[in-house]
Nanobody, 126 residues
Framework: QLQLVESGGGLVQPGGSLTLSCAAS????????VGWFRQAPGKEREGLLC????????NYADSVKGRFAPSRDNALNTVYLQMNNLQPEDIGVYYC???????????????????WGKGTLVNVSS
């Protein structure tokens, strides 16, 4: 069974950091581009960025540029999202998704990525 599981969410103070994990089972993430998405309360899901198999990054959201950075550990079959300087506007459920294509999709097509996790909640509050 192909599965993605996010973890690492929680409560953090403004200006703080969190690292989210996206662990795969049933397939190898090293052959797939992986995207990160966020759904804030009452809003639509938003694409944040995508990392392709070579480590190249496609940025989908200007709001996280310079603060969020993805990385991979192929040995652990896991992709990470390092999030720094978190602010209340970063609150939401964070999802990872993997695609069967060879490279990251465009921002418009990112929502059609093939495999999705169930999300992990990030809350930013003092």
């Amino acid at each position: 069974q192909l599965q993605l599981v996010e973890s690492g969410g929680g409560l953090v103070q403004p200006g703080g950091s969190l690292t989210l994990s996206c662990a795969a089972s049933g397939f190898s993430l090293k052959w797939h581009p992986v995207g990160w998405f966020r759904q804030a309360p009452g809003k639509e899901r938003e694409g944040l960025l995508c990392m392709n198999t070579a480590g190249g990054i496609s940025n989908y959201a200007d709001s996280v540029k310079g603060r969020f950075a993805p990385s991979r550990d192929n040995a652990l079959n896991t992709v990470y999202l390092q999030m720094n300087n978190l602010q209340p506007e970063d609150i939401g459920v964070y999802y990872c998704a993997a695609d069967s294509g060879g490279d990251c999709p465009t921002a418009e097509n990112a929502y059609a990525m093939d495999y999705w996790g169930k999300g992990t909640l990030v809350n930013v509050s003092s």
